[in-house]
């Protein structure tokens, strides 16, 4: 790997990372198999897509809930699923949150984490480019959320204790600045907890590791150092047990210190490996795809179950957080 590393520039937009615009063709195919052109950058092993596709923002205004979901508001199985999701995001974080706290979540798609954030004691606010998701968490959950894009939000320097970005980094224009923004939000102290598709994946079919509406892609090391690039500091980074995403958790600190080089050592090469052996072959020659066909079935079934006398979303999320509510969180000031 790595052997055309001292070809010519292949990206018109430079890394969004470190500032290098020295990259190398990664994949030129999408999940649908449309064509996508996805770049690496050679000095620290960024990923995105270039060029980028046009019309970014009326795209996620109107088109993706209804590309990806075949809906603008959220149908019962989705509600449930999402549910869900938002009880294990509540697990991650849940050692920092007390009660009181101000959380804002950016991208909060049909309210389901905020709702479930101000069930145990949060003030919470949400954020949401989608106007149908962003009116249903409204008048469903009766939550502060507010249509748009966070570059349009305004919120005051230092006013909440956490930010959470569940998968919205990988669809932003510039990661940088979205991190640099929300870090302005957080107090001294506060947390910021994202969570991204892993670049390193390997449960997925290969052709499906590219996706129109994934700009950038990102692995365990760029996210921690974009993040400790905007001035916060690492304190849990876990991939999930399928490989397939990455949680990471920076503090805020009173003062910052940007790391002195964006350079990453090994990493260009680590994750066009990753990227380049990954065949068709070898996946289906290994367990990940059986196991997420029966993951599949059982999801649907359960769903199907969980759904059947559905009365509107917040009836459905009552009962999947009805014990989440009920559990004591830790009193007192964070450290
Ligand atoms: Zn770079």
């Not at 195919?29 to 995105?48: A, E, P, S, Y």
């Amino acid at each position: 790997m790595g052997n055309n590393r001292a070809g010519q520039d292949t990206s018109g937009i430079p890394c969004n990372l470190c500032g290098s615009s020295g990259a190398d063709e990664l994949s030129l195919v999408d999940r649908d198999g449309n064509h996508l052109r996805t770049v690496i950058c050679r000095n620290c092993g960024l990923v995105w897509t270039d060029p980028r596709p046009a019309g970014v923002r009326e795209f996620y205004e109107k088109e993706y809930r209804l590309r990806y979901k075949g809906t603008y508001k959220p149908k019962p199985k989705h509600v449930y699923r999402a549910g869900k999701v938002a009880v294990a995001r509540y697990e991650r974080i849940r050692g920092y949150i007390r009660k009181e706290m101000s959380l804002l979540d950016v991208g909060s798609g049909g309210g389901e984490f905020i709702y479930l954030m101000r069930k145990v004691g949060c003030k919470t606010i949400g954020i949401e480019p989608n106007e149908g998701y962003a009116g249903y968490a409204v008048s469903e959950y009766g939550l502060d959320v507010r249509a748009g894009f966070m570059q349009d939000a305004m919120l005051e320097d230092g006013s909440q204790d956490i930010v959470t970005m569940w998968h919205v980094l990988e669809h932003t224009e510039d990661p940088t600045l979205v991190i640099g923004m929300a870090g302005g939000w957080i107090r001294q102290g506060g947390i910021l907890a994202l969570e991204v598709p892993n670049v390193e994946a390997t449960c997925m079919s290969p052709p499906h590791r590219f996706h129109l509406a994934h700009l950038y892609n990102f692995n365990p090391d760029t996210l921690r150092r974009l993040g400790e690039k905007a001035g916060l500091k690492i304190v849990e980074q876990a991939v999930s047990g399928d490989g397939g995403n990455i949680t990471a958790i920076f503090r805020k600190h009173e003062v910052a210190i940007p790391p002195d080089s964006l350079f990453i050592d090994g990493n260009y090469d680590r994750i066009a490996g990753v990227v380049r052996n990954h065949t068709v072959a070898r996946h289906y020659a290994s367990r990940h795809p059986y196991l997420r066909f029966a993951k599949k079935i059982r999801s649907a079934l359960d769903e199907k179950i969980s759904t059947i006398n559905y009365a509107g979303g917040k009836r459905l999320l009552d009962g999947i957080f009805g014990l989440q509510a009920d559990a004591p969180l830790r009193l007192g000031d964070p450290d």
